[in-house]
Nanobody
Framework: QVQLVESGGGLVPPGGTLRLSCKASLVGFRFHIMGWYRQAPGKERELVATLTNGGRSNYGNAVNDRFPNSRDKNTVILQMNNLTVEDTAAYYC??????WGQGTQVTVSS
């Protein structure tokens, strides 16, 4: 079973930036696809961005490529740029589609 460790959430003003990371900490993990989803209270969980082991990215319509994602071995990085209040949500790391992190809160507010 893969353990996903997320970090980087916090409180930022509109227009600010955050950098989220998610590490699959289990030795021997085989990277196929990893990325991020988000969920705000009362809303459905939605795709933010994913990255395959072949380097292919898929971005959700809500953010497009405003949040570029990258990979460093078993860690994925989400660079969140030009944040708006609509980006406020709990962000969940996903690995190989079926494994989830515990979530990290991003709050955009003045």
């Amino acid at each position: 079973q893969v353990q996903l460790v997320e970090s980087g959430g916090g409180l930022v003003p509109p227009g600010g930036t955050l950098r989220l990371s998610c590490k699959a900490s289990l030795v021997g993990f085989r990277f196929h696809i990893m990325g991020w989803y988000r969920q705000a209270p009362g809303k459905e969980r939605e795709l933010v961005a994913t990255l395959t082991n072949g380097g292919r990215s898929n971005y959700g319509n809500a953010v497009n490529d405003r949040f570029p994602n990258s990979r460093d071995k078993n860690t994925v990085i989400l660079q969140m740029n030009n944040l708006t209040v609509e980006d406020t949500a709990a962000y969940y790391c996903n690995a190989n589609k079926t494994k989830w992190g515990q979530g990290t809160q991003v709050t955009v507010s003045s």
